[in-house]
């Protein structure tokens, strides 16, 4: 088993619909949970990280974290084709803070 | 604050020549990673330094990779002898690590990266 695994896409939505992402990971010790954007070519940005069960908004941007379940997920609304990119879901486990990526999901929106 | 400096950003190399990276972290980050991306796939985390120590190589291909952090700052990757399947980004990136969740300190910065291909 992966330690953070995502569906590798490509994900496509239409101009303004909800992008939905979503990310599973297996230690169940895991403290923080990250959203990295990359584009083709580019390094990854922070697009925001999430450390308690819930929701966490920050624009048009939703992280959902249920530790429970061991999945987060990342919601796009409104979504522009300029959103079109590879979103890596990162976490963050063990007494060092070791940062594990998954694969990324490629996110395609049709204009 | 300044962001992550990386050099250089392309290298072709022969296989079984070396090369090496280099990476100056934000200042004040005492933590700095290592990645390793190869096209399509996520970044691989390669080595892990907390200042001037080692914390995580457990992924680090050590009879041909080494990785130092001189003083707990600027940071070199290594590899000899270089082999095809090394062909990838190779991402540094710092924070400030800790465990204050809210305060975002693990939040890791990237650089640039340098992208090496092997032939």
């Known amino acids: 088993q992966k330690e953070v695994e995502q569906n590798s896409g490509p994900l496509s939505v239409p101009e303004g619909a909800i992008a939905s992402l979503n990310c599973t990971y297996s230690?169940?010790?895991?403290?923080?949970f990250f959203w990295y954007r990359q584009y083709s070519g580019k390094s990854p940005e922070l697009i925001m990280f999430?450390?308690?069960?819930g929701d966490k908004e920050d624009g048009r941007f939703t992280a959902q974290l249920n530790k429970a379940s061991q999945y987060v997920s990342l919601l796009i609304r409104d979504s522009q084709p300029s959103d079109s990119a590879t979103y890596l879901c990162?976490?963050?486990?063990?007494?060092?803070?070791?940062?594990?990526f998954g694969t990324g999901t490629k996110l395609q929106v049709i204009p | 604050e300044a962001g992550v400096a990386q050099s250089p950003r392309y290298k072709i190399i022969e296989k079984r020549q070396s090369v090496a990276f280099w990476c100056n972290p934000i200042?004040?980050?005492?933590?700095l990673y290592w990645y390793q991306q190869i096209l399509g796939q996520g970044p691989k985390l390669l080595i892990q330094?907390?200042?001037?120590?080692?914390?995580?190589d457990s992924q680090l291909p050590k009879d041909r990779f080494s990785a130092e952090r001189l003083k707990g700052v600027d940071s070199t990757l290594k590899i000899q002898p270089a082999k095809l399947e090394d062909s990838a980004v190779y991402l540094c990136?710092?924070?400030?690590?800790?465990?204050?969740?809210?305060?975002?300190?693990?939040?890791?910065?990237f650089g640039a990266g340098s992208r090496l291909t092997v032939l």
């Open positions: 990136a710092s924070s400030h690590g800790g465990t204050f969740w809210s305060s975002g300190a693990n939040v890791l910065t």
């Open positions: 230690d169940r010790g895991s403290q923080s």
């Open positions: 999430i450390y308690s069960n």
């Open positions: 990162a976490v963050i486990s063990g007494g060092y803070q070791k940062v594990t």
């Open positions: 200042s004040g980050h005492a933590t």
């Open positions: 330094f907390q200042n001037n120590g080692v914390v995580d």
